[in-house]
C-alpha cells in the first residue's frame, strides 16, 4: 500500500535558542554567557511583562560565582557522576520552573568527558563499541533531543579540545600557544545548536560555526553582548511579537553617553571663550565646582542633566 502524507503551508513558530559556546581555559565562555542571558531575559521581560531568572548549573567548582557581583543569576551546583540523566532532569525540572527564563549549562564537556560521563561509562563497560558504546550513545542521544526539543532558552558551554602549536614572541622566542580546536563533547554536537560560537583564548571574540538565526552571518570575529542576547530573542519570537518601537536599557545608556560627550563638546568649546577674559575665567572656575562636585575637571560630568544645566549657566556667564 502506498503510503499518505499530509501537506500543508509552513508556518513560523515561537523558537527557543539553543547556544553552544566552546573555548579553551580563559576564552571568557561564563562571562559570556551571562551577557548573552541577560540581554535574553531583558527582552523576554519586555515583550510578556512577566519577570524570569536566569539559572546557571555550575560544575566548574568556585568559577560559578565569580561574576555574581556583575550579573543576576541563580546558581545550581552539580555534583557528580554526570552522566546524562543527570542533565536530562536538569533541563526538565528548569523546563517546568516558571521563573526560569535561561538556563545556562556551565559547562555541557562534563557530560561526555567528566566523572561519570559517557566517556567514563563507555570505559567501565570495556570500552568497545559493541560492548559500551551502543549502550552509552542512546542514553547521550536522548539528552541531546531534550536539549534541542526543550521549551527553554539554553546556553551551553563547552570546553575547548587543547591543541597547542609554537609561536614566536616579540622578542623571536619560541613560545607553546594552547589553542581551542572544537569542543569536548559528542561528535557533531554543534549542529544540535540554533548558533554556536568559538571564543578566542586572547580575545575572548566568538567566531561563528553555525548561525540559523543569520544575525551573525558574515560578521568578523566580535566579543558577545547583552544587546546579541536582545537581537536573538527578538528573532525568535518575531512571528508573534512585534517588538515596541522604544529602545532597551542598554541601546537607552548608549543613547544617554553619546548625548553627555556632544553636551561634554559644548561645555568645552564655550569655556576656552570665557578663559579668555580672566575675569570671567574665575567666575567660570567657580561655576563648574558648584556643579561638579568641587572639582573644576568638567570632563568627570556623568549626568546628562548636570551637563546641561551647567552649559546654560555658562551661557548666562557669557552675557
Same mark, same amino acid.
Given at each position: 500500500m502506498a503510503r499518505r502524507f499530509q501537506v500543508e503551508q509552513a508556518k513560523r513558530e515561537k523558537i527557543y535558542p539553543k547556544i553552544g559556546i566552546f573555548s579553551p581555559s580563559g576564552g571568557g565562555k561564563t562571562y559570556s554567557s551571562l551577557r548573552l542571558a541577560t540581554g535574553m531575559i531583558e527582552e523576554m521581560e519586555r515583550l510578556t511583562g512577566k519577570k524570569y531568572e536566569i539559572w546557571l548549573a555550575n560544575n566548574e567548582g568556585s568559577r560559578g560565582k565569580y561574576y555574581a557581583n556583575e550579573f543576576n543569576y541563580k546558581i545550581i551546583e552539580l555534583e557528580p557522576p554526570h552522566e546524562p540523566e543527570l542533565y536530562y532532569d536538569l533541563i526538565d525540572y528548569a523546563e517546568n520552573s516558571p521563573e526560569c527564563g535561561v538556563l545556562i549549562i556551565d559547562s555541557l564537556s562534563k557530560e561526555w568527558a567528566g566523572q561519570g560521563g559517557c566517556v567514563d561509562i563507555a570505559n567501565s563497560l570495556g570500552g568497545s563499541f559493541q560492548n559500551a558504546w551502543k549502550i552509552v550513545t542512546p542514553r547521550?542521544?536522548?539528552? !541531546?533531543?531534550? $536539549?534541542?526539543n526543550s521549551h527553554l532558552t539554553i546556553i551551553a558551554t563547552m570546553r575547548g579540545e587543547d591543541q597547542y602549536e609554537v609561536e614566536k614572541d616579540e622578542n623571536g622566542k619560541a613560545k607553546l600557544v594552547k589553542l581551542g580546536i572544537g569542543a569536548k563533547q559528542g561528535k557533531d554536537f554543534e549542529y544540535e545548536f540554533t548558533c554556536t560560537f568559538s571564543l578566542d583564548q586572547k580575545t575572548n571574540c566568538a567566531e561563528v560555526f553555525k548561525d540559523n538565526t543569520h544575525l551573525f552571518e558574515h560578521k568578523p570575529p566580535m566579543k558577545l553582548t547583552e544587546q546579541d542576547g536582545i537581537n536573538l530573542i527578538r528573532w525568535a519570537n518575531e512571528s508573534q511579537i512585534e517588538p515596541?518601537?522604544?529602545?532597551?536599557?542598554?541601546?537607552?545608556?548608549?543613547?544617554?553617553?553619546? #548625548?553627555? %560627550?556632544?553636551?561634554?563638546? %559644548?561645555?568645552?568649546?564655550? #569655556? %576656552?571663550?570665557? #578663559?579668555?577674559?580672566?575675569? %570671567?575665567?574665575?567666575?567660570?572656575?567657580? $561655576?563648574?565646582?558648584?556643579?561638579?562636585?568641587?572639582? #573644576?575637571?568638567?570632563?568627570?560630568?556623568?549626568?546628562?542633566?548636570?551637563?546641561?544645566? $551647567?552649559?546654560?549657566? !555658562?551661557?548666562?556667564?557669557?552675557?
Amino acid at each position: 500500500m502506498a503510503r499518505r502524507f499530509q501537506v500543508e503551508q509552513a508556518k513560523r513558530e515561537k523558537i527557543y535558542p539553543k547556544i553552544g559556546i566552546f573555548s579553551p581555559s580563559g576564552g571568557g565562555k561564563t562571562y559570556s554567557s551571562l551577557r548573552l542571558a541577560t540581554g535574553m531575559i531583558e527582552e523576554m521581560e519586555r515583550l510578556t511583562g512577566k519577570k524570569y531568572e536566569i539559572w546557571l548549573a555550575n560544575n566548574e567548582g568556585s568559577r560559578g560565582k565569580y561574576y555574581a557581583n556583575e550579573f543576576n543569576y541563580k546558581i545550581i551546583e552539580l555534583e557528580p557522576p554526570h552522566e546524562p540523566e543527570l542533565y536530562y532532569d536538569l533541563i526538565d525540572y528548569a523546563e517546568n520552573s516558571p521563573e526560569c527564563g535561561v538556563l545556562i549549562i556551565d559547562s555541557l564537556s562534563k557530560e561526555w568527558a567528566g566523572q561519570g560521563g559517557c566517556v567514563d561509562i563507555a570505559n567501565s563497560l570495556g570500552g568497545s563499541f559493541q560492548n559500551a558504546w551502543k549502550i552509552v550513545t542512546p542514553r547521550h542521544r536522548r539528552l !541531546m533531543e531534550k $536539549l534541542v526539543n526543550s521549551h527553554l532558552t539554553i546556553i551551553a558551554t563547552m570546553r575547548g579540545e587543547d591543541q597547542y602549536e609554537v609561536e614566536k614572541d616579540e622578542n623571536g622566542k619560541a613560545k607553546l600557544v594552547k589553542l581551542g580546536i572544537g569542543a569536548k563533547q559528542g561528535k557533531d554536537f554543534e549542529y544540535e545548536f540554533t548558533c554556536t560560537f568559538s571564543l578566542d583564548q586572547k580575545t575572548n571574540c566568538a567566531e561563528v560555526f553555525k548561525d540559523n538565526t543569520h544575525l551573525f552571518e558574515h560578521k568578523p570575529p566580535m566579543k558577545l553582548t547583552e544587546q546579541d542576547g536582545i537581537n536573538l530573542i527578538r528573532w525568535a519570537n518575531e512571528s508573534q511579537i512585534e517588538p515596541e518601537k522604544k529602545p532597551t536599557s542598554f541601546e537607552k545608556a548608549e543613547q544617554e553617553q553619546s #548625548a553627555l %560627550k556632544e553636551e561634554i563638546a %559644548k561645555i568645552d568649546e564655550l #569655556a %576656552k571663550r570665557l #578663559a579668555q577674559d580672566k575675569t %570671567k575665567e574665575k567666575e567660570l572656575v567657580k $561655576l563648574i565646582k558648584q556643579y561638579n562636585n568641587n572639582s #573644576a575637571n568638567y570632563n568627570k560630568i556623568t549626568d546628562i542633566e548636570v551637563a546641561k544645566q $551647567l552649559f546654560a549657566e !555658562m551661557q548666562k556667564l557669557e552675557g
